[in-house]
């Protein structure tokens, strides 16, 4: 693989019903970023790892967990889904903090009832 | 509060010249990035501007003007396939981005 890669690509979940999004970079990327993009909002970060073995909460983090075992790998939990969670969400990630632009994954479309 | 004000939607004539205009109040500043979203699609990274001035970049250039808390993206000789939605984003002291709700940019033959 080359870049980010993100799955499902869509998925329709009932409310209640946990399930992870999985997002993997081949960049070596030390940061990684989980977003939720709303029609007429901008991206909003949920959670973010600078590191392998660190995390942090974003801007909306409430209902939502993550982990970073190393640093490929970042999937974004929800532990019990309700409908405010439809949404598309991104992962990204970026070579490091100063002036490195983030990369984006190409999304998963999630839709729960 | 941080804030990142972009006007929701824009028309445009192919081969012409559009100004995006991207306005902010954040806590800190370590820089503006300009994203390209099409429909259905992840953002792309176009810019990236951390001192006063002009960034160009073939058809695209990116200005920013850290006292007045703006910027704007130029696209010239607009092609269809510019059609698409512009995000600013501002990093903000935690070196976060906040992002704008992003432009709608419609180019019309």
């Known amino acids: 693989i080359a870049g980010i890669t993100q799955a499902p690509t869509s998925q329709i979940l009932a409310a209640g019903r946990r399930m992870t999004l999985r997002c993997t970079q081949d960049m070596r990327h030390n940061a990684m970023y989980w977003y939720r993009q709303d029609l007429g909002l901008g991206l909003r970060l949920i959670h973010y790892?600078?590191?392998?073995?660190?995390?942090g909460k974003g801007e909306v983090p409430d209902g939502y967990s993550v982990s970073r075992a190393n640093t490929d790998d970042f999937p974004l939990t929800l532990a019990s889904a309700v409908p405010s969670q439809t949404s598309v969400y991104f992962c990204a990630s970026s070579g490091g903090t100063g002036g490195h632009e983030q990369f984006f994954g190409p999304g998963t479309r999630l839709t729960v009832l | 509060g941080q804030n990142i004000d972009q006007p929701t939607e824009m028309t445009a004539t192919e081969g012409a010249i559009v100004q995006i205009n991207c306005t902010y109040q954040?806590?800190?500043?370590?820089?503006l990035f300009w994203y390209q979203q099409h429909a259905g699609e992840a953002p792309t990274f176009l810019s990236y501007?951390?001192l006063d001035g002009l960034e160009e970049k073939g058809r695209f250039s990116s200005f920013l003007s850290r006292s007045k808390g703006y910027s704007y993206l130029l696209l010239k000789e607009l092609q269809m396939k510019d059609s698409a939605s512009y995000l600013c984003?501002?990093?903000?002291?935690?070196?976060?981005?906040?992002w704008g709700a992003g432009t709608k940019l419609i180019i019309k033959p």
């Open positions: 954040t806590s800190g500043f370590n820089g």
């Open positions: 984003a501002v990093r903000d002291s935690n070196y976060q981005l906040i």
């Open positions: 501007n951390v």
């Open positions: 790892s600078n590191t392998a073995g660190t995390t």
